[in-house]
């Protein structure tokens, strides 16, 4: 079991960056795939990005490539996304998910999730 918690989210406008990071609880953070996903209203909630346990693999959803960057540090069992030139359709509830497998690539395959952060983007 495993629990997400968010943080860093807000108001930002068209251009900006954000940094979210998500703190897990327990010993076995380092073994899990790690994720982000967005929802925004009337939408599915979408993939984002995912790292590998080990940080050596990352995955991007290609309207977010060249612009956010996930990591994370297995020391602090923390998960960050760096999300820079932001647009007003980055606007969204961002959730932080944990799979017991090697794929995230869709929310269905994730097996823990956080409460989520809002951020948005004006114009």
């Known amino acids: 079991q495993v629990q997400l918690v968010e943080s860093g989210g807000g108001l930002v406008q068209a251009g900006g960056s954000l940094r979210l990071s998500c703190a897990a609880s327990g010993r076995t953070f380092s073994s899990y795939t790690m994720g982000w996903f967005r929802q925004a209203p009337g939408k599915e909630r979408a993939f984002v990005a995912a790292?590998?346990?080990?940080?050596?693999?990352?995955y991007y959803a290609d309207s977010v490539k060249g612009r956010f960057t996930i990591s994370r540090d297995n020391a602090k069992n923390t998960v960050y996304l760096q999300m820079n030139i932001l647009k007003p359709e980055d606007t969204a509830v961002y959730y932080c998910?944990?799979?017991?497998?090697?794929?995230?690539?869709?929310?269905?395959?994730?097996?823990?999730w956080g409460q989520g952060t809002q951020v948005t983007v004006s114009s």
């Open positions: 790292i590998s346990w080990s940080g050596g693999s990352t």
């Open positions: 998910a944990a799979s017991h497998g090697s794929r995230l690539s869709n929310q269905y395959e994730a097996d823990y």
